[in-house]
């Protein structure tokens, strides 16, 4: 790559011919993995052909494969097509405003049509499901974000798409719900009385707000009892991180373009999807000896890396998922209806999760309140205004940008905004109205979802 000598260059582009023909696998590269899934009934590494049940081979294989380089069909290359490469920006405006010494650069997802990054998986999940026959998919979303972009990909396949919105979502945000239906997709509030799980936890709390770990259990209890449904998840797993690797992939280019390397490289996490599309292929270097850092930022109000323990737990809460080795703070917790809903999930990424255990990831959690302020300052400075869940990036970066500037130090920092928040308007009008509140998740009620975890490992 030719290094781009404006001094006052901001937008850092690559063509469509410079687009990745291959995702990256950290697999191939991590000396310590996660243990395997289990099956929840027998703690026994769970068979392949128990997930073929909801999941075509080819993403179980990737799922499992050690192979450094996965191609990425041409099916899905044409489809990334329409708003990929996507920019990375140089914030010299922010630069400014902070007086810091610090560039920033951040990589921007929200241009997607579902405006963030979860499409980089959703076209590729539809993509091999089509290939294996599907008609029908099933999936949970908190925010939207997922759905919208599982709702897009669906249509673009011709699949069927079912998504259980969670509940408090579903009521705080009827546009996102509208998107989906405009892209083709069938939108029900999770809990719902459409599947056993959903009306156990009805008859349990009639106005039970819902949570991702319920929705998932929905979703994937409509898909096993189908064979024509299949199941897809916006995160969390191998093959999803894998997908997103796209995100870092482009960004490593478009650093070379400016001449920088970065010190630090920082993203939000809700399962990790974002943080490993970007973070891993720097990782890679950082395998072969590079120093980078890499900080994964959470909310306090769900402080999964932070404060959760490293363990087997069940991705959803009726107990229909593989047991993953990840953090987590109790499939059963229930988290406060902050307005990050992608980010109030209790476990993440069996990946991220070792990587964080290994000291190779930092882990670090900020507040509701710091968060859209860092939000309100990226907008009026940037002028893009973030979905809620990429404010917690700009936070940590803000934080990293400050702190360079207090050591004097001109520090390169790369950040994610993996979407905008244009759908969340709801959220800032809160926030501006002095009705949002920080929330640190009470350490005893952690205390006892972890101790309800171990006693369900006892049994
Ligand atoms: C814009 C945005 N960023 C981040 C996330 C968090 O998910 P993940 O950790 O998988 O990137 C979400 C989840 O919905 C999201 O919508």
Known sequence: MAKVTDRKQTKFLLDEKDLPRAWYNIQADMSNLPGPPLNPATREPIKPEELARIFP???????MSRERWIPIPEEVLDIYRLWRPTPLYRARRLEQYLKTPAHIYYKYEGVSPAGSHKPNTAIAQAYYNKEAGIRRLTTETGAGQWGS?????????????????????????PYRRLLMQSWGAEVIPSPSPMTEAGRKILAENPDSPGSLGTAISEAVEEAASR?????????????????????????????ELAGEYPDVVIACVGGGSNFGGLVFPFLADKFAGREVRAVAVEPTSCPTLTKGRLTYD??????????LQMYTLGHDFMPPAIHAGGLRYHGDSPLISMLVHDGLVEAKAVDQLPTFEAAVTFARTEGILPAPESAHAIRAAIDEALAAKEAGEERVILFNLSGHGHFDLGAYELYFAGRLQNYSYPEELIAASLARLEAMARR
């Open 57 to 63: 081979v080819a993403l179980l294989e990737q799922e």
């Open 149 to 173: 972009a599982l709702a897009l990909a669906c249509q673009f396949f011709g699949i069927e798409c079912r998504v259980y919105m969670v509940k408090v979502s579903y009521e705080q945000k």
């Open 227 to 255: 064979s024509d449904t299949n199941y897809a998840l916006g995160s969390v797993l191998n093959h999803v991180l894998l997908h997103q690797t796209v995100i870092g992939l482009e960004a490593k280019k478009q650093m």
């Open 314 to 323: 069940l991705a959803d809460v009726a107990g229909l998922t593989p047991m």
